[in-house]
């Protein structure tokens, strides 16, 4: 008996360090599998100071700019660009004149959807100098408009607030349209007596 147990200790050991060698090769190769599997998304280039101008029948229709731009691997299903540091767009008329721009702390530009989502504090401007706030706005490039399905702040030069959901608008951001508004909008008194 006492033979028995001594054999008993003498393998378990053994026992227990292959069961650890086994159960961290299965883990080892779980990683490698994820690291090598086509699908993981992979950054083929890494850019800073990115300054892009954008045009289109010879003429200038937005400028990009922004302090990191992360490509991601090109021969997947969707490949896109990142932009982790933030990105600003500013959009040109026919005569080059300034017609609005965009500014966020977060971009993704989507290329095969042709879109650019804009996220985490987003701020736009319109030629009209009306400013729009939310947490996402989505550009279409190849429609050339603006949605967004998050809360969206829109404030007018002239002090008005109009709050809302379901934005929607041109790529000039004029005229735009925007679901379940509410606000707060001055009014003359001149008028109020018309």
């Not at 992979?42 to 101008?53: A, M, N, Q």
């Not at 401007?125 to 190849?142: C, H, P, R, W």
């Amino acid at each position: 008996m006492k033979a028995v147990l001594t054999k008993i200790f003498i393998y378990l050991p053994a026992l227990f360090a292959g069961m650890f060698l086994f159960s961290s090769c299965e883990n080892s190769l779980n990683d490698i599998k994820k690291i090598s599997s086509p699908e993981e998304d992979k950054p083929i280039s890494r850019s800073t100071g990115v300054d892009v101008i954008y045009s289109d029948s010879a003429k200038v229709k937005f400028h990009l700019t922004a302090p990191v731009m992360v490509d991601y691997e090109e021969n997947t299903p969707k490949p896109y660009k990142e932009f982790p540091k933030g990105v600003k767009l500013v959009f040109y008329n026919d005569e080059l004149k300034e017609s609005g721009n965009v500014v966020s702390d977060y971009a993704i530009q989507r290329e095969k959807e042709n879109i650019v989502e804009f996220r985490k504090n987003v701020v736009a401007t319109n030629a009209d100098g009306q400013v729009f706030k939310s947490d996402e706005l989505i550009y279409d490039m190849t429609a050339r408009t603006f949605k967004s399905s998050k809360a969206v702040e829109i404030t007018s030069p002239n002090g008005d607030i109009a709050e809302g959901f379901g934005f929607e608008s041109s790529e000039s951001m004029y005229p735009w349209r925007m679901g379940n508004t509410t606000g707060s909008f001055h009014v003359d008194e001149k008028d109020m007596e018309e």
